[in-house]
């Protein structure tokens, strides 16, 4: 006979959700929490929580075995649900459809948390129109040994340049290293135009801020704090207030007031703190949905810079190539570059040419590019993936030593149902006699190249 499933059944505002396993172990490291720890914390900041996922249709990120191994993506609610639980249709541009869960309370909180949602990923439409966005996304993405300090001043940027625009900011913090800055809209603006705005503005954010702020979307030519204007592309979703991150610290994603940014650091918010907090100072972003403002003044940017010959960016690697985009080839990858003359400048390619020593047998010659970069790690697992970065420092210790922190781009990549993380080499600073050439990843295990062979793309 099969052993019966743990499970306890608590009773949230008049309905009762089954939370199975409820002893399982998620968190283990800095701090010990269990399921259903988990579930009682969203419990205690259910007032918070549920006001950045109310009404929205939401993406399911599941960590079914804990926040320390990896999870995976579901848009399709599942069959087996509440009656009570509402779904909608969403579109996405590949064009399929999926029916989404869509919470609206403590009760529907706790359920998608017993399904292993640790965080909140919520799509920035409310149900009565699913193709205008009603919310303005901000995330900035600071790159590798960029700190806390830069992340705040470019928050304060962005601030300012909002009110100029004629919008509200509402910063938070992302959970990890970096700041979301969140700003309510009037449901008039497609979601072309919302990025096109959310464009305009990293644009003349990068023009105030250039040592501290890019817009650049190629890892290879950022530097600081990158703000991600993808993030309003129709099928994305970023972590919502008061989602936990999986940090071995259990952090959360912080609502803040403004003036709190000059003093916070992003690990002071965790499980253990943030049920604390919000009982004391209440939900910073409480009265957001009363600020809706527009997007003219920044769309108005937008034009002044196609009109100044800045036109798209690129697009995230799904979506269909959109009129006016750019090439969308890394620039390492790039063929060739326009120089100043507009006139097309032949670029070495980075493969591999071929040259005769003495003894008439040809050797591989390393090609001079732009951006030299290697692939070093591919794996489903970012641990194995560091490690074996650690093993290619040690085969080249001459090159590794040459390394800017920026040097390493650690990637994660999306596949239809889960992420991989992919490591790369910028060997810009190595002198380029000891420059290694491209190996096999060690470990080389990514679960998106036989889709992609099947498919014909290339490797």
């Known amino acids: 006979m099969a052993k019966e499933e743990a499970a306890e059944i608590l009773s949230i505002d008049g309905r009762e ?71 909608v249709t969403l579109s996405f541009p590949s064009g399929r459809t999926a029916e989404e869960v869509v919470v609206d309370d403590a009760a529907g909180l706790a359920w998608i948390v017993n399904l292993g949602c640790i965080e909140l990923h ?78 305009a503005l990293s644009r003349e954010i990068e023009r105030r801020a250039p040592k501290i702020a890019t817009s650049k979307w190629w890892k290879e030519e950022r530097h600081g704090v990158f703000l991600d204007y993808n993030q309003n592309a129709k099928d994305r979703t970023t972590c919502s207030a008061y989602s936990i991150r999986p940090l071995p610290d259990a952090r959360v994603s912080a609502p803040l007031r403004w003036e709190e940014i000059p003093d916070c650091e992003p690990g002071d918010f965790t499980v253990l703190t943030m049920p604390g907090r919000l009982k004391a100072i209440g939900d910073p972003n409480a009265r957001m949905d009363d600020a809706a403002g527009s997007l003219e003044q920044l769309l108005e940017l937008a034009d002044r810079d196609e009109a100044a ?45 071929m040259s005769k020593t003495t003894t ?52 994660s990549m999306r596949g239809r149902s889960s992420t991989w993380t992919r490591i790369r080499v910028n060997l810009r600073h190595v002198p380029e006699e000891v420059r290694p050439l491209q190996e096999t990843p060690d470990p080389d295990d990514d679960p998106t190249r036989a889709w992609r062979e099947g498919r014909g793309k290339p490797r």
């Not at 990120?61 to 009570?84: D, M, S, T």
């Not at 996304?137 to 940027?157: H, Q």
């Not at 995230?316 to 003359?341: L, N, Q, Y």
Request: proline residues 8%.
């Open 360 to 411: 008439g047998k040809k050797t591989a010659a390393k090609s001079r590019v732009k951006m030299p970069l290697i692939v070093v790690a591919n794996s489903p697992n970012k641990e194995a993936a560091l490690a074996g970065l650690e093993r290619w420092k040690a085969r080249h210790p001459d090159s590794a030593s040459h390394l800017a922190v920026d040097d390493v781009l650690v990637d």
């Open 122 to 199: 919520p799509y920035a439409v409310r149900t009565n129109d699913l193709d205008h966005p009603d919310e303005r996304r901000i995330d900035l993405d600071p790159g590798p040994g960029v700190e806390w300090d830069d992340v705040r001043r470019v928050a304060m940027e962005t601030k300012n340049l909002l009110e100029e625009m004629g919008l509200r900011g509402w910063p938070k913090t992302s959970g990890s290293r970096g700041m979301h800055v969140n700003a309510r809209i009037k449901q008039q603006w497609t979601f072309t135009e919302v990025r096109r705005a959310a464009l």
């Open 17 to 87: 959700v089954r939370i199975t396993n409820p002893d399982k172990p998620y968190f283990s490291r800095d701090v010990k929490l269990s399921k259903l720890d988990v579930v009682q914390y969203y419990l205690s900041v259910a007032s918070g929580a549920v006001v950045g996922i109310r009404d929205r249709p939401s993406m399911l990120k599941r960590f079914v075995n804990g926040a320390e191994r990896e999870p995976f993506y579901q848009k399709r609610a599942p069959e087996n649900r509440p009656e009570w639980l509402r779904t």
């Open 309 to 353: 010959g800045l036109g798209d960016a690129p697009w995230p690697p799904h979506f269909r190539k959109m009129e006016g985009e750019p090439a969308r080839v890394a620039p390492s990858r790039a063929k060739g570059t326009k120089g100043a003359g507009g006139t097309k400048v032949a670029k070495k390619a980075s493969k591999q040419t």
